[in-house]
DNA sequence: GCTCTATATGTAAGCGCTTACATTTATTAT
DNA sequence: ATAATAAATGTAAGCGCTTACATATAGAGC
């Protein structure tokens, strides 16, 4: 069943028959609605390679991840998949690694695959020197390049990203104000994020003058069993801490473990800020106190920027939200500002 | 740049070209270099759309999942993902709320863009009414259809699971045989695997003559509170139960927040059985002893099930893997079999 | 050296669409 | 009614590939 099928079933030409499928140049509206009966009757659908030949695209766009079973990603994912078809576009996932070489021959694959545009899930694309970052902007060269939770000024490439540094800021900064010293900053290393994070929590100190111990500022990467045990490390090596700031929830959670492995009573003894407010921070006892990043909305934010951009009109090349402190049962300090829905 | 182009720089006709491309016919192997070597310098690559156009496949594969934040998804997607690509094909993600009229809408779309198959992500997706599979058999008639975590016998449908059935049988059995009888299915009702284990369950008590309270297999879906706050309106009814078995990890967790707020003790004298192996297992304390499915196994298996299939060879209607119970801290009579990687 | 076969390469016809341009038909103004 | 204009439709040329078939070249056997 093609073109030329229906075309002969309506008696008229190939052409009327892609123009009602294409609704931009005018038919009459007896034979568009004699057409749209055949193709309603005979379940006619157009063969997308012929159509993207003909267009130059297949109304598809790339997901690219790092390491894709976590919590963030899967969540991300799922939004922008329900945020892109709700615009009727389909999404390719593609999972990489953490390696440049792999990221950069994913991209190109997703891009022979002739995608609209490519969104970088996760922040963890965007390498601190510059030049690692080529492979960006020789995609975003071809395509618009959307980064969700990341930031890189760039030709065509446009962000949707939460201000992680400053809800840093801002938490360490009542931990401050109320005269906790003993902090610890415990991130993963390899993301725009982790950096911000990173600096949100030192100017927090540097803002009030007082000195920071590096040794306060953890960067690991591993799982919540790792955590914990780097966090006895840590402990081991007499640095006395007892606050953490977790950059996601499964460092949090390992934080916790830690808590319980030292008998320290939380939140009263050993107090613990998750990050990303995801389904794991609901399962620990006692739930962890987190701040949500807002990722729903990133990501409507991201689709919505894209198919600005798709459309031809403007987009910002940025756009941030800022975070919100749910608390729970792992600190005291905060108010929780609202739950935003999901979970 | 396009085959001309190439063919024009290595002096031969677009035929040659294409030949070297595809590797399938004859070409002398000077030639071969020569135009291996234009390509690379170029960085050519053939457009996606005449190719499809012409071979009728773009290699790509449509991975249908139902709701699709939840852990299993995540890790199912993640692990099909990789197995696809190794094996050069790429997915187009399509997660469909519940509702039979979508997934049919969903599927559709996705064999428009032409997919080599479908993989259909979880066990929600065959009802036990024959006829409302319908949508189902009908993308069969047009490509493989694999189902992950479920069965559904049918041409051209191929199906890689994990013997639900059995292990609930298996681990209820071990209860029942240490004497205990107080217990209590939670599972998840729109789901092939959901039956399977309430067979499962069912089964152990048929075998030993035993009666079953039919309020002891308790249907539910929802978060984690909601199957606490469940468990503690069914206790509420008068129904004593000192063991649930859940249908998956989220429940089991609100059968441990059920204990918690029952103070009863864990695993002394409240006994809970996970199901799937996910990292939600690990967050809470103690941590969930649970049911591992070999996800990871189910989805290798499904992609070389697809393979042979794409491939014109024969491949096995089932495969059908058996699940191992992991130890943790909420049951006491079993012996890990082996903790699968991964976490 | 010549025929016969195998191997290498070229030619050209699709694949199923979109769309610029040409043509026909309907509408409006005069 | 008729010319001028707008709307509707048709014609045909791509889009960039694959591949059946035709042709040319090389190798083998005598």
């Keep these: 069943m093609n073109i030329y099928d229906i075309s002969k079933k309506a008696g008229v030409s190939i052409a009327t028959v892609s123009r009602v499928m294409n609704g931009n140049a005018s038919v009459s509206e007896k034979t568009r609605q004699k057409i749209l009966a055949i193709i309603a009757e005979t379940d006619y659908t157009p063969n997308v390679f012929a159509r993207g030949l003909g267009l130059n695209t297949m109304k598809t766009i790339g997901l690219l991840c790092a390491d894709s079973s976590d919590q963030f990603f899967s969540r991300a994912v799922y939004y922008l998949e329900r945020a892109l078809r709700a615009s009727h576009y389909d999404a390719i996932l593609s999972c990489t690694g953490m390696e440049l070489e792999t990221r950069a021959e994913y991209l190109k694959r997703l891009l022979a695959k002739k995608v609209d545009a490519v969104i970088l899930v996760g922040s963890s694309f965007i390498e601190p020197v510059a030049s690692h970052n080529q492979y960006i902007l020789d995609a975003a060269a071809e395509v618009p390049v959307i980064i969700l939770n990341g930031y890189l000024k760039a030709p065509n490439v446009y962000c949707a990203l939460c201000d992680d540094g400053d809800i840093v800021s801002q938490v360490t900064s009542v931990y401050l104000d109320h ?85 320290l009573a939380v939140p009263e003894q050993f107090s613990i800020m998750g990050y990303n407010n995801s389904q794991l921070g609901v399962c620990c006892e006692p739930e962890l106190s987190t701040i949500d990043n807002q990722l729903s ?47």
């Design 297 to 343: 909305f990133c990501c409507s934010n991201a689709v919505a920027a894209l198919m600005s951009v798709l459309n031809g009109k403007p987009a910002p090349a940025k756009t941030m939200l800022s975070a919100n402190v749910i608390q729970r049962g792992t600190t005291t300090l905060f108010d929780t500002v609202r739950e935003s829905g999901g979970l």
């Design 179 to 263: 005269g906790k010293r003993d902090l610890l900053l415990l991130y993963r290393s390899d993301s725009y994020s982790g950096r911000c994070k990173l600096a949100g929590f030192k100017n927090a100190f540097a803002k009030r003058g007082l000195p920071l111990d590096p040794r306060r500022t953890v960067l690991f990467n591993g799982t919540i069993a790792q955590a914990r045990d780097k966090l006895l490390a840590v402990a081991e090596q007499g640095l006395f801490f007892d606050t953490v700031i977790a950059g996601d929830d499964e460092l949090a959670i390992g934080a916790l473990k830690y808590a319980k492995a030292r008998h």
